[in-house]
């Protein structure tokens, strides 16, 4: 299970070999986090390429980045946000590819945490002592664009878009994309139904049935992208806890594959 209750968070607090990041904006962190949180935001780093040369140098950028944070994999490893959100996804989603074995991710986020009445503290800890932080990157939960484009219109594979209608429909597009629209035979599910109004991920079984009504069933690989892989990695992981076994993270999502002429686009 990728997901830690606030609950179980509290009384883990007391013991040791337990590291807290916040993932949420640095002015949220600042009003109020969880007592001895370190802050780390990675939602604003975009995966420009998923060729060789890129994945060696978001390897190289996010080793360096988790170990000024302390992170050397020996620790236990819980991520929040303000819900169960994307940010607090997309870095369990790195951490979990690029090999730590104890990462989870806040069910509810820093909103749950005050429901059950967690401490909430403005104190910011000392600077970590920069750690190594080994590498074990695992090709299994990733999509890069050429994997992408090499399982297109298969039977077997599902290709997902977890974005909003407007950016599937091509009539939404970002700034930093030189084109709008959808990767070529994509299924469309917004992200947003897969998380309760309490801000957790839905239930195991009702989520199921909404999955397999939307022809998002546990036979197939299915590879999930939105706009830069932050979406898209909380489905990941939503995925993976209802018990889908082979899904990947198109990481470089649609601001990649929109900047390569090479690749199609509906």
Not at 63 to 79: I, K, M, P
Not at 83 to 111: C, D, I, K, N, S
Not at 182 to 187: A, D, E, T, V, Y
Not at 208 to 233: F, M, N, Q, S, W
Request: hydrophobic fraction near 40%.
């Amino acid at each position: 299970m990728s997901l830690i209750s606030p609950q179980q968070l509290r009384e883990r607090l007391v013991g040791a070999g337990l590291l807290i990041i916040d993932a949420r904006p640095l002015e949220a962190y600042e009003a109020g986090h969880i007592p001895g949180a370190r802050h780390l935001d990675l939602y604003d780093y975009l995966v420009e390429s998923n060729d060789p040369t890129g994945l060696e140098e978001m390897h190289a950028y996010l080793a360096q980045v988790f170990a000024s944070a302390g992170v050397s994999g020996d620790e236990e490893l819980v991520l929040y946000d303000e819900t169960t959100g994307m940010r607090a996804a997309r870095g369990v989603w790195f951490l979990e590819y690029l090999g730590h074995p104890r990462v989870r991710q806040l069910e509810g986020g820093f909103r749950a945490w005050r429901a059950i009445g967690g401490a909430v503290s403005r104190d910011v800890p000392a600077a970590p002592r920069p750690a190594t932080f080994p590498l074990r990157p695992r090709p299994d939960i990733l999509a890069t664009s050429d994997y992408v484009s090499n399982h297109l219109n298969r039977p077997e594979v599902l290709i997902l878009d977890i974005r909003s209608e407007g950016e599937h429909r091509g009539t939404q597009k970002a700034d930093c994309c030189p084109r709008a629209g959808r990767i070529p035979g994509s299924l469309w599910l917004e992200w947003g139904p897969l998380i309760d109004p309490e801000g957790r991920l839905v239930d195991g079984e009702p989520a199921r049935r909404r999955l397999a009504d939307a022809g998002i069933t546990p036979e197939k690989e299915i590879i999930v992208y939105c706009h830069r892989g932050a979406r898209a990695a909380n489905t990941f992981l939503a995925l993976k806890d209802l018990g889908f076994p082979r899904v990947r993270n198109f990481i470089g999502s649609w601001h990649e594959w929109s900047r390569r002429p090479d690749l199609p686009a509906d």
